[in-house]
């Protein structure tokens, strides 16, 4: 039975000692301010990040993997003995890795099988670990892809923000969606639709936002137990409010706390919280 590495990119949001202590390897994104660029959670950290950010008079921008990157998870992969390979990114919607990477897996000493997750951050994260699981348990290439599909499929993702700005300015939404948030002066609740960030609801307080993202989760759930994730970008009591809420009405059968890294920060901005919730197998 064929030994099969897991390989993703940095917007995953994983836990570094959990990626470190699982093994996955994560290949990283850039954030350049003005002319200077990090290496997310590399040359620079998530703290660094935000005292930059709070600081920049210009939003700064992220860029995909280098080739090089991916070059060399693929071939360390090889190295530690894995006979082929499933990596797993971030939407295709949102970022050209995708497509970087199935160039570079055409170049790679070993087979390389890319899957788009539709995906980003924590959600990308609980797809991630599903296909883990699979390929520590000794599944087959096919049995890993299909994992890393059903999770990707069944996953659902819920992000609070201060602004809407930093999306729009990022062209992660339409100028008109932003507008219309920020004239209003409300906190809206996004998710991910077709592999795209889409405006969910409008909602007036962040206390009503918690109490409709916690009614969301429960729909998801609908009465079953489910992974759920919740990360933030520098506001950990506000995280701990949604799991207050979260906890109240769902089975939460694994629970993963995590940190919004540079990369879905610049797009989002401090302040935010996200929910990913994956129901468990029946």
């Known amino acids: 039975m064929a030994d099969v590495a897991v390989v993703t990119d940095s917007t995953t949001d994983l836990p570094r000692p959990l990626i470190e202590e699982l093994g996955i390897r994560v290949v990283p994104m850039s954030v350049t301010f003005r002319d200077r660029t ?41 190295d530690d003995g894995a006979d082929a390979v499933v990596s797993i990114h971030v939407s295709g919607a949102l970022s050209g890795t995708v497509s970087v990477a199935r160039t570079m897996g055409e170049q790679a000493p070993l087979p390389v099988h890319v899957v788009d997750s539709r995906q980003v951050g924590t959600g990308l994260g609980l797809v991630v670990l599903a296909a883990h699981q699979v390929a520590t348990g000794g599944g087959s ?13 069944a996953v659902r993702s819920f992000v609070v923000v201060d602004t809407m700005d930093y999306l729009r300015r990022g062209g992660r939404l339409t100028g008109t969606q932003a507008i219309v948030g920020n004239v209003l002066r409300v906190k809206p609740i996004l998710g991910i639709v077709d592999g795209r960030v889409e405006v969910l609801e409008r909602t007036r307080t962040w206390s009503r936002a918690v109490g409709r993202v916690a009614a969301l989760a429960a729909e998801v759930a609908d009465g079953g137990p489910v992974q759920v994730a919740v990360s933030h970008a520098m506001a950990p009591d506000r995280a701990e409010a949604v799991w207050e809420a979260i906890e109240d009405d769902v089975d939460v059968a694994d629970r993963l706390e995590a940190f919004i890294g540079p990369v879905v920060g610049t797009h989002t901005g401090p302040g935010t919280v996200a929910v990913s919730v994956l129901p468990e197998r029946r």
């Open 141 to 153: 290439v096919d049995e890993v892809i299909q994992a890393a599909d059903r999770a990707a499929a």
């Open 38 to 78: 990090f290496i997310s959670r590399i040359t620079i950290t998530d703290e660094e990040f935000y005292e930059r950010l709070a600081s920049a008079d210009e939003l700064p921008t992220t860029a995909q993997p280098a080739p090089g990157w991916f070059e060399e998870a693929y071939a360390d992969a090889a």
